[in-house]
């Protein structure tokens, strides 16, 4: 059974979308997160009082007190210890669970049946979110393969035809049990720029809605171009059948999704292989097998957006180009010129103004349709399961698993210490390196919580926040859509910027050294944004590596040094999969200048912007692409990766058949290890040109000696600065030990103020009868914890009416009675307009404290 608060927020894109196309240019919405306040509780005290006749009397009264606040003196993590354990089953997961053999099912779970068990458990509950989506990912590979076989979806029209092949309602409604809405874009339907483009999205749905026959017809026109026949019913290629091999996932409704794929494909003619595996099954074919092969034609995908999504602009990179990812699938991507340019574009903001921005998107949109290397399913509407007395910091989009501050605020209730059990899906399902290594968010979040980023995502907003940086000044072009909401960012407008001659602006990778924008430039060179980052006076004394080594300047350099050189031709460690990325950096960034080295000040001058000032600083904190990495535990991959013994990217271990670096277990440990007994013998600094200036042999000679130590004890070489440790690493097994950082510099209560979301709960109530012509008014109720929400927290109450035909008839915005009560007023010229019959009213209500909008609605009937 679905409940109301289910459809409420499954209606919210929607009503969104309708609000806006009804309201043409959307207003720009300021976010403000305040801290959580204490609420003033009534409590019951025994109060002693004497009297004239010295006889005690006992009184017992009623006082309002506000608690004194709890002094933590504990740093770090407030567990001591956590076991990651793997369980594919979610319906196994709840059980556990429910016997307190498990603490948390760390993953996003939409089967209907478990989330009902949860639900009817007195000792579970769980964190709701809406950030995890399914789709179909094609191999793009031929037409013909190396084994000299078909593979249609070599054809862009193929794969563009396989939206229509595909009916997303029977999969939403059938297989997803109604927990999920269809999907068709590579917009999160519960976003912004969905909502912003709202006319775009529908007429592109519209036009690619449910119409096998219309599937058929292009499919089997591509076909016979492809030199195929239909033989009795079935497709054959140089008299053999066409026999495509459908990936299939087995955790979760993607069987089912699989299935039902295999099933269409089949009932328009070709010959299907339905082959099952786990996530950890499938990784090494779809994703790190070479795509020529054939090993998958069709793969049941699945992600996860770990935050809430500012800006999706970036999408179309990503899920769509060489640029995306380096692995062997995703440099096997062929886009058109133009498609490849304009996701290029988007993704460095390179544009004018919000109406170049959506003009840009609504034909990306169009083209990411025409290519679909990728066809989106649907959006879920997620649970992550855990015991009552667990806490913690949940993404409204990412759930526990995605959150950046999970392991910040992961406790139980009204305890400190102890250990806790976490289930997931997949354990260790890829190698583990920061700098390309494992992208799926089972590895992530255990890599999220044994490091931290200068920066981190609001939970509940999305919203830059700062751990590590003390403030930043962004200065962007006059005329930019550019917004501030935060006080640890100042936001500036200057007509002009201009970048410095001694600013770093590229790399040569022969000398090992960086060039100035004097050496690379004949002219003077201006920024459409100039980023300043002030990191703390203490921050190399305060800050440790897990091995016990202080964070350095030297971390900083070696992050900035590789920015650059695996994209380098002359560097010993040059990774083609890593030169589209970085071509599109290069085309926006104009230089890197540091300003203080203690404490550290860096400038960045860039033609890339994004809407959110807080989004515009550059940190140049060492969390590389898949997580931290300090500059002597680096030296070590970048050793093995330049003598051609492992390699950082999957697409370059393919390339020249050697290992995937994995810096926590595996057979590249052993090379790892022997290269640091090297460099602990003779002590090497890399890139010694410019490091050198920054690194003393001191410092060189220290840091190999704490990692020399670090892997005697643990035999591994993960490392970072989070309140997390990796402890131990057992792939076979399926357990990841992970210990707290005593040396971790923050207090545990840092971030426990977003242990819960304050999303409103609505309730609409008003009359059921209208008589047209005449004024209606219908009260919106709004409430936190049934606790009036209050006015001051709130953004906006829009509200719209659909008439009888479905359409936007009126769109207004409810008035402020007191908190958590608001009045919508329809006007006697609005009922003037309607027409007898059955009529609709919406109400979305937009918080400022979470970035996801709460609804509710009722219909209501006119008549004169």
Known sequence: ?????????????VLLSMLLAACGTPEQVVVTVEKTVEKVVEKTVEVEKTVEVE???????????????????RKGAWLDTLVFVEEPSADAAVTRLEVGEIDLYAYQVSNREVVAKVKASD?????????????????????ELENGTLNPFAVPAVREAMNWLVDRNYIVQEIMGGMAIPRWLPFNTASADYARLADVARGLEL????????????????????????VDGKWQYNGAPVNLIVLIRTEDERRGIGDYVANQLEDIGFTVTRDYKTAAEASPIWMRGNPADGNFHVYTGGWITTAVPRTLADNFAF???????????????????EFYELADRLQRSDFKNMEERSEMMAEALEMALQDSVRIW??????????????KAASDLYGGVSGSTLWA??????????????????????EPWNPIAGTNWIYDMMLIRGTGETALVADPFTGLSLPQRVERAEVTVQTGLPVFKTLDWVDLQFADSIEVPADAWADWDAEQQRFLTVAEVFTETQTAMRKSVVYYPADMFTSVKWHDGSNLSIGDFIMGMILTFDRAKEASANYDASAVPAFESFISSFKGVRIVSEDPLVIETYSDVYYMDAEDCVSTWWPYYAQGQGAWHTLSLGLLADAAGEAAFSADKADELQVEWLSYIAGPTIATLKAHLDTLVVTPTLLYEPTMSQYVDATEVQARYANLAEWYRQRGHFWVGTGPYYLERAFPVEGTVILKRFLDFPDMADKWMRFSEAAIPVVELDGPGRVTIGK??????????????????????????VLDAKGEVAHVGQAEAVADGEWKVKLSADVTGKLEAGSNRLEVVVVSKLVALPSTDALTFVTAK
Do not use: H
């Open 207 to 230: 036009k690619y809605a449910y119409n096998k026959e219309k599937a058929q017809e292009v499919i089997g026109a591509e076909m016979e171009k492809l030199g195929a026949t239909l």
């Open 55 to 73: 006889k005690v009397v006992e009184k017992t009264v009623e006082v309002e007190v506000t608690p004194e606040p709890v002094k933590i003196d």
């Open 775 to 800: 004024e209606a008014e219908y009260d919106v109720f709004v409430t936190f914890n049934e606790q009036p929400y209050a006015m001051a927290d709130i953004d906006n109450i829009k509200y719209l």
């Open 1 to 13: 059974m679905i409940t109301k608060k289910w459809m409420n927020l499954l209606a919210v894109v």
């Open 377 to 390: 399913l649907c959006d879920r509407t997620s649970l992550t399961p855990k015991r009552k007395e667990v």
């Open 408 to 429: 910040y605020t992961l406790q139980r209730e009204g305890e400190v210490g102890g250990s806790m059990t976490i289930a997931m899906p997949s354990i260790l399902t």
């Open 123 to 143: 000792a579970l509950d769980t964190y709701q979110s809406s950030g995890s989506y399914n789709e179909l990912t094609f191999n793009p590979a031929g037409p």
């Open 319 to 337: 899920f769509y180009t060489n640029m995306g990812l380096g692995v062997p699938l995703w440099q096997a991507y062929v886009n058109t010129p």
